[in-house]
């Protein structure tokens, strides 16, 4: 199995085409978070995360069920009362979310990627699959906030944060997001600021490698492909190191394997 983390960490949005609204006939049907959770029935997949498709999504159901069932059961155990909701469309107005049930050209300029939302004890993550252009995007998008939701509740490892840190230690260039990059300069620094970076810097890292492991269980992934203007990627070795290292903590569920594969440059 290939590798290539996504360093965006926002897969591309589809372009609109024009301002504006559609007439009430013929625009999109807008509901909100607690409508779509009454009308939207969650499942269950086999490793306990729970999730909901509502409305015109392009991705087959099977596809989302295996991409939800590719979360180890080690990382699944810490997402309790959150459920995973494969939407088209998930607007952010103002301090309003609304639900699109299709997509919409009028309603992209409002559209977000995802968002989070509390429902009593319970938060929801509406995760907008028609802004994506492949497979690839959705399973990103839903594996990056399967990352952050664990890392905010467990923190970070020790084992990988002592790898992590060797590797700044040893100057390995380029960082797995913008985030993680711009929080290396600032914990590398002497200032007031560098041990909050550090920690910081350290979280963002751990949800950027699962994120990237849980793509690489689902997907082939090839490092090769991918290019990243704002920031440098993180050499591929080092990223190699940090996912094995996540291998061990998270092995994967029965049916999913993981393996770093190195290719030779042409000559």
């Known amino acids: 199995m290939k590798y290539r983390p ?23 049907v807008t509901r909100t978070p607690a409508e779509v959770v009454r009308m939207a029935p969650v499942s269950q ?41 494969f939407v088209p ?12 049930d299709r997509y919409d050209v009028q309603l992209s300029d409002s559209a977000i990627c995802h968002r989070n939302h509390t429902l009593g004890d319970s938060q929801c993550v509406f995760i907008s699959t028609r802004l994506m252009e492949d497979s690839f995007a959705i399973a990103f998008e839903f594996f990056i906030n399967i ?18 840190w060797k590797q700044v230690d040893e100057k390995v260039r380029g960082e797995t ?35 990237v492991y849980l793509l690489s269980l689902y997907l082939d992934v090839d490092y090769q492909d991918l290019r990243e203007r704002d920031y440098p990627l993180l050499a591929p070795n080092a990223l190699a190191e940090r996912l094995r290292k996540v291998n061990e903590l998270f092995p994967p569920n029965p049916g999913f394997e993981f393996a770093v594969y190195h290719r030779r440059r042409p000559q």
């Open 6 to 28: 996504s360093a965006r960490f926002t897969p591309p949005r589809l372009p609109a085409l024009q301002s504006g609204f559609m007439s009430s006939t013929s625009q999109a």
């Open 45 to 85: 997949a086999t490793n306990g995360v729970c999730y909901a498709v509502m409305g015109d999504v392009t991705a087959a159901v099977g596809d989302l069920e295996r991409m939800v069932t590719a979360v180890p059961r080690a990382i699944a155990a810490a997402l309790d009362r959150k459920a995973y909701y």
């Open 89 to 100: 469309l998930t607007l952010n107005l103002g301090d309003d979310t609304m639900i699109a």
């Open 147 to 164: 990352g952050h939701n664990f890392v905010e509740r467990v923190g970070v490892s020790q084992e990988f944060a002592e790898l992590v």
């Open 177 to 211: 997001s913008l985030d993680a990059y711009e929080l290396r300069k600032v914990a590398t620094t002497h200032g007031p600021e560098a041990e909050k970076a550090k920690h910081e810097y350290l979280l963002a890292t751990f949800s950027d490698a699962i994120a």
